[in-house]
């Protein structure tokens, strides 16, 4: 009898801690479908920790990717990606379409910030998957992100129509969290190509989603895209700056204390900005090399070369060449790392700006040619001449640099004048031939697109000699 009554209570108790695990479990959805993993993480840690205990496996993963997903925002990216690809070759993941979508999206997310053909193989099999299973949110979800790649790897054009079609999309399936990503996304997209006045109704409008659906507080992401926004307009008001400051200082204090390490470093990139404008040296320097550390620690290789970027440009600016040059070199590292085509011709260009500063104008000249080269090869893939112009606007720093370096430093007025003609007869040549093409488009990927893409990658991974290493050579 008293072994029945003992079996009875732990059957019991097992009962209980199953219907305890799926409390914890809607409790941590409900927070993180509004953003909220700093919520979320504790509480699917808690039911993965349960489940485990009743043996539901199934519902074990579903809660550790959960907490995956919060544990990647507090440490180093590259060593949850590893426990993420193996628990993606458990038999449980590999046979049941929701779970392995699940584990693939926080894979395609971490790939993201660290290597762009990783994360389009991730979110090309949740496409597959998906549309397999006839699930429209994450079919949406999946070609918004794949988008996203398209974009890293420097089709803009594709990137924000893909965009703007998951940002639609996602509002009509009533899908808060990626409309509201997918919105920031195209808001940031829009403040690069120079549009921080027009990307502010889109974040006040993705703001108020958020408000509205249940988010205590906007997404840190979000208030970023709004401090690039207002930081970015070509001349920001005394009290948007004001404005703009104390919201980098309130969304850094969240983010700290909610050890979120990828946007520590985007405040931390943000802030030197803001204290190099307004000619605080010391914490501009302090910030970026903040930035820079943390983002190495998170192995954030994107927002690790845009801190180094800045170093440069701080040091360079502030007569101290040899730092730029070291700086720069780890900053064109971190971006070849990630294939990220956009921000590589900035770094480039910076790179030879520095070996002017050196005294290395021959070298600094192959530099601007290269930076030149790689936003050629961006242009190819813009959708229209309106695009292009407005992506030369966006680089014309680059070209206007390269014209100087050639009438100043090299003492050519026929090659500088080439530069400048050449930027310009490009959008020229490019609207002719957008005015041929138009009414003929087809979506399908020709043999030529697909050599230009390899052309491209190419580019991206060409060796760039060292600043030092030329010197020396000297």
Same mark, same amino acid.
């Given at each position: ?10 059957i ?18 409900? =927070?993180?479908d ?8 504790p ?21 550790? =990717? ?32 929701l ?103 889109l ?35 005394r009290?948007?700056?004001?404005e ?23 405040r ?6 803001f ?5 605080a ?32 440009? =701080?040091?360079?600016?502030n ?31 910076e ?92 979506t ?31």
């Open positions: 009898m008293a072994r029945v009554v003992l079996l009875a209570s732990a019991a108790l097992i009962s209980l801690n199953a219907q305890t695990a799926a409390e914890l479990l809607a409790q941590a959805d409900h =927070f993180a509004r953003g909220n993993w700093y919520a979320a993480g509480l699917y840690g808690d039911a993965e920790v349960a489940l485990g205990n009743a043996g539901d496996s199934r519902n074990e993963m579903y809660a550790m =990717f959960g907490r995956l997903h919060r544990d990647v925002e507090q440490g180093s990216y590259s060593i949850v990606r590893a426990q993420v690809v193996k628990a993606l070759d458990n038999p449980v993941v590999e046979t049941d379409p779970l392995r979508i699940r584990g693939l999206a926080l894979l395609g997310n971490i790939d993201l910030n660290t290597d762009a053909a990783a994360a389009k193989d991730d979110w090309t099999r949740v496409l597959a998957i998906a549309k397999k299973i006839g699930d429209p949110k994450w079919e949406n979800r999946a070609q918004g992100e794949l988008g996203l790649v398209d974009g890293t790897e420097g089709d803009i054009g594709k990137a924000g129509m893909a965009l703007y079609s998951a940002v639609v999309t996602s509002a009509k399936l009533g899908d808060v969290a990626a409309h509201i990503s997918f919105a920031t996304w195209l808001a940031n997209g829009m403040i690069i190509q120079g549009m921080g006045d027009r990307a502010m109704p974040i006040d409008n993705a703001t108020k989603v958020a408000l509205e659906n249940g988010y205590t507080e906007v997404p840190l992401r979000l208030s970023i895209a709004k401090i690039r926004a207002m930081m970015n307009q070509p001349d920001p008001k009290e948007t700056v004001i703009a400051n104390k919201l980098i200082a309130s969304t850094l204090a969240q983010a700290q204390n909610e050890h979120v390490l990828g946007a520590q470093t985007e931390l990139n943000e802030s030197g900005k204290a190099r404008r307004r000619g040296l010391s914490a501009a320097e302090r910030a970026f090399t903040q930035a820079a550390e943390v983002a190495s620690t998170a192995a954030l290789p994107r927002q690790e070369g845009e801190a180094w970027l800045h170093l440069s440009q =701080f040091y360079r600016t007569k101290q060449p040899d730092k730029a040059a070291d700086a720069i070199d780890r900053g064109i590292a971190a971006i070849q790392r990630v294939e990220d085509a956009y921000d590589l011709p900035e770094h480039v260009a790179k030879a700006e520095v070996q002017s500063a050196l005294g290395s104008l021959a070298a600094a000249d192959a530099s601007y040619q290269h930076a030149t080269d790689l936003i050629e090869g961006l242009l190819v893939n813009a959708p229209t001449s309106q695009v292009k112009s407005g992506m030369i606007g966006a680089m014309s720093q680059i070209y206007l640099a390269h014209f100087r370096l050639a009438w100043n430093g090299l003492h050519n007025a026929p090659y500088s004048f080439l530069i400048i003609e050449g930027a310009r007869g490009r959008s020229l040549l490019d609207s002719i031939r957008f005015a041929r093409q138009s009414g003929a488009a087809s399908a990927e020709t043999p030529g697109e697909v050599e230009i893409s390899h052309l491209q990658r190419s580019l991206m991974h060409d060796k760039l000699t060292s600043v030092h290493a030329i010197m020396s050579a000297m």
